[in-house]
């Protein structure tokens, strides 16, 4: 396939929720709109689950060319499956999942796409070259989490970064896990799990990638941040344990 038509074979899936009256959500709003933008120009189709974003934000997305899917369910997770799923739907040969508001993560697309397109992965889960951009208490946990993570399944992936790029068969582990572990963050890194266990070659990609500093001016390192994190942290460390003492009996 020639490099310019590399995009018309990916859809972009996401999930949406930007509620009016939250600095912190008009500001990640923002930054989704800029890889929206960036995203319909490449050529690649663009599908949102949302689950609440402010009318402005939709109305913006449509005219710049995304499409919106209305939430059925009422989990993180389920959200998830469903953007999964209407990626599934589209045909398309490549799906690619990552939070909109990444911005600058829309212009590696092509890069991190490209194993899956070319049969030389299932799987592509991204990796940050450098996290020092982060706010401090995420570098802290998300290395934590990505060390035990590594420590219970033997593979080293970024998992707590969050883009997964699959293909129309491997998107099935995502869009065939029910939410058996609680059904919220841990529904990107079970299916990644279950691949391994069976064989799906994946493959880590080295990306750069800069935390947006007005996401940061935000957020940093306030008490709600910090508690969030910590209980993101603790739910996947249970959810992945739990799966790979399943997966492999204890061995």
Known sequence: MQEDNICSEI????????????????V???LALNSVTELVSSGAELLLVDSGANSAFKERAVEAGAKILQQQGSTL???RREAFSAGRD???????????????????????????????????????KT??????????????????????????????????????ETVTYFTGYQGEYGDSWEALFIP????????????????????????LRVEANTRGFIEKRLFQLELVRKAVAAEWERLTGGS
Request: net charge negative; glycine share 8%.
């Open 192 to 215: 990644v799990l279950r691949a391994l266990k069976d064989g799906v070659l994946i493959k880590s990609l080295e990306v750069d990638f800069e935390y947006p500093e007005e996401q």
């Open 77 to 79: 997770g389920a959200s």
């Open 131 to 168: 996290i020092e951009s982060y706010p401090d208490f995420q570098q802290l946990s998300e290395t934590l989490g990505n060390m035990y993570c590594y420590m219970i399944c033997g593979h080293y992936f970024d998992l707590f970064f969050g883009p997964r790029i699959v293909s129309r």
């Open 28 to 30: 990640r709003a923002e």
């Open 11 to 26: 859809v972009v899936v996401s999930t949406t929720h930007y509620p009016e009256g939250s600095k912190t959500a008009e």
């Open 90 to 128: 589209s045909g398309k040969k490549v799906i690619a999942y990552f939070e909109i508001e990444k911005r600058g993560f829309a212009e590696k697309l092509k890069d991190v796409c490209r194993p899956v397109l070319n049969g030389e992965a299932g799987m592509v889960i991204p990796a940050r």
